[in-house]
T-cell receptor, first 114, second 112 residues
């Protein structure tokens, strides 16, 4: 049981490049979410999904897209990278509820945009 | 009042000390609360849930004061391994779905 996995662990992009951050979980969790963590800002919700085929925006969705074609996978796409998107990105999953069940986090992706 | 507010610290304490962190929240309808622990450059992990007045797990005690809208975390007999950032987490509703709001965290440094 690997839990929540994220790839890559580190990434450097140039401004304007696009890329996809991968997230997968093997716990059959319905709820998955993406957060970014910046110094002094705490964790901020980017997008979340309550099941396959259902996604919605969080508080900082601009510049990011998501899709949920399977229960296991929840990729985050950066459309045109900007230096303001330099951050640590965490994917999380929980069983049935996004607010009462334990959130299991992946190890994070450290992204630098030059 | 901000959704979730914590003193960022750092709290510097010697081994064996007792230390307490407070967290205030703005949504009076919140029913469940959490403390997550985050080690340096690692992912957050659940430390404790708080569903009623409080919860105790070994050296860790979480208290909830609904009237004043704050949650506290008490750590007794601090260990070096307790050095971490402690995140106060409160549920919220976003676009009709339940999600979580994370505080910015309180850093604890335990020294020998």
């Amino acid at each position: 049981n690997a839990g929540v996995t994220q790839t890559p662990k580190f990434q450097v992009l140039k401004t304007g490049q696009s890329m996809t951050l991968q997230c997968a979980q093997d716990m059959n969790h319905e709820y998955m979410s993406w957060y970014r963590q910046d110094p002094g800002m705490g964790l901020r919700l980017i997008h979340y999904s309550v099941g396959a085929g259902i996604t919605d925006q969080g508080e900082v969705p601009n510049g990011y897209n998501v899709s949920r074609s399977t229960t296991e996978d929840f990729p985050l796409r950066l459309l045109s990278a900007a230096p303001s998107q330099t951050s640590v990105y965490f994917c999380a999953s929980s069983g049935f509820s996004g607010s009462t069940d334990t959130q299991y986090f992946g190890p994070g992706t450290r992204l630098t945009v030059l | 009042r901000k959704e979730v507010e914590q003193d960022p610290g750092p709290f510097n304490v010697p081994e064996g000390a007792t230390v307490a962190f407070n967290c205030t929240y703005s949504n009076s309808a919140s029913q469940s609360f959490f403390w997550y622990r985050q080690d340096c450059r690692k992912e957050p992990k659940l430390l404790m849930s708080v569903y009623s007045s409080g919860n105790e797990d070994g050296r860790f005690t979480a208290q909830l004061n609904r009237a004043s809208q704050y949650i506290s975390l008490l750590i007794r007999d601090s260990k070096l391994s307790d050095s971490a950032t402690y995140l106060c987490v409160v549920p919220r509703t976003w676009s009709g779905y339940s999600t979580l709001t994370f505080g910015k965290g309180t850093m604890l440094l335990v020294s020998p």
